[in-house]
């Protein structure tokens, strides 16, 4: 299997809204197997398409410790928020940034599974959060676009800093 390369920020492919996906195909399985091989290599708990380059509505995401309850979703879509929590974010596209962000805790997402079945689901707390930052990067949303504007700038001046200190050694 292989793993994909994860697209950094700024590249504008993150900034881009995705299109449907029209039907599960097995380009598409195969792409939600390297995904999930991809996010548990990095590692993280969520992966959207376009930060592997594929501008298509496709996230997969799994918090178990054990790695063990992928959830692959095409376009998804979130119906119903409730709630408020606030969580510290990273993202696979801006390593080494974390950043408190607010989001509703409990949503209601619909989706098509990776059997092209429509599934809907309540998901609460860390799960929801990770749905909801997945779906804003198909939506050519950022979490640091939560942030205040000093925030931001000072997440984004941090990113650079290593970035170029990565590059230099």
């Known amino acids: 299997m292989d793993k994909l390369d994860i ?14 996906v029209p039907e599960m195909t097995d380009e598409l399985d195969k792409l939600i197997d390297e995904m999930f091989y991809t996010m548990y290599d990095a590692p993280g708990i969520g992966l959207a398409a376009p930060q592997v380059a594929v501008q298509q509505r496709l996230i997969v995401v799994d918090i178990s410790e054990t790695k063990d309850e992928p959830i692959a979703l095409l376009n998804p879509e979130i119906i119903k928020t409730a709630g408020k929590i606030t969580w510290e974010e990273g993202c696979l596209s801006i390593p080494g940034i974390y950043a408190k962000v607010d989001r509703p805790s409990d949503i209601l997402v619909r989706g098509m599974d990776r059997d092209g079945k429509t599934i809907e689901f309540e998901a609460n707390e860390l799960l929801a959060v990770c749905i909801q930052h997945e779906i804003d990067h198909l939506n050519g949303k950022l979490f640091i676009d939560h942030l205040s504007g000093l925030k931001r700038t000072r997440a984004i001046q941090k990113f650079k800093k290593e970035m170029a200190e990565q590059a230099n050694s």
């Open 7 to 20: 697209v950094l920020y700024p590249d504008e492919g993150l900034r881009e809204v995705c299109k449907p």
